[in-house]
């Protein structure tokens, strides 16, 4: 399947947490339309060893680094296509400060257990829109609570603001996770490849343009 084209749903420096560029499915399953899915956040690249948090390793371990300490947290999303919102769930929780074994055990847990039957796809999502598009739905998922700025039913352009980076659903730090799926409904649909129009490609202290490309694991990119 050929992969789509799509927009970047973000601005300025990113590192590429989980990216089908370099395996697939790209976050180990195909359920809810995961098979192509991005995780994309913000680290301080002249520090060692690489951090998504202004403080210490220690204070990460010892939960106390907060939402706000998190370089990438409420940062604005755009969407990256153009098309009709189909779904658009906010006021989930956020966890704050982020507590790395908690988070993690949360994030298993609904991995290995979510029960559709029984439980809100909110609990994996947390705060998310879902774009019908012309060639596929695109799913922005993980968001801050009360940041999304659209409706269900908003007609909607690529490169649209529509909320902001946070904290909630399945997530084990603030970032964004997004993907395509071929239909609205997450627990049906069937994964879509996507890669980005353009984007920069961080390479031997250069950065060089990339057409229609798909990053791969740690890279570090530019939009």
């Known amino acids: 399947m050929k992969a789509v084209p799509v927009k970047s749903p973000l601005k300025g420096e990113w590192m590429v947490l989980n990216s089908p560029g370099t395996k697939v499915p790209s976050h180990g399953t ?48 755009y969407a990256p296509i153009s098309g009709t919102v189909v779904e658009a769930l906010d006021g989930y929780p956020e966890r704050d400060p982020v507590q790395p074994l908690h988070d993690i055990s ?21 705060n998310f829109i879902i774009i019908q598009g012309e060639k596929a739905c695109a799913v922005l998922v993980h968001m801050k609570k009360g940041s999304i700025k659209v409706k269900k039913g908003d007609e909607i352009k690529s490169g649209d603001l529509v909320g902001n980076i946070g904290h909630s659903g399945n997530s084990t730090a603030p970032h964004l996770h997004f993907h395509l799926m071929d239909s609205p409904d997450p627990l049906t649909a069937k994964g879509v490849p996507c890669c980005f129009r353009e984007y ?16 791969k694991n740690k890279d570090r990119i530019r939009f």
Not at 49 to 69: E, I
Not at 201 to 215: D, M, Q
């Open 200 to 215: 920069e490609l961080y390479v031997n202290s250069h950065w060089i343009k990339i057409k229609e490309g798909i990053p």
């Open 106 to 126: 949360i994030a298993l847990k609904n991995a290995w257990f979510f029960d559709p039957k029984k439980q809100s796809i909110q609990d994996v999502a947390g």
């Open 30 to 77: 195909d359920f809810l339309g995961e098979t192509y899915a991005f995780d994309l956040l913000q680290v301080n690249w002249n520090q060692m060893p690489l951090k998504f948090y202004k403080k210490s390793v220690l204070d990460y371990f010892l939960g106390r680094v907060h939402l706000n300490d998190c370089y990438c947290y409420g940062k604005p999303i």
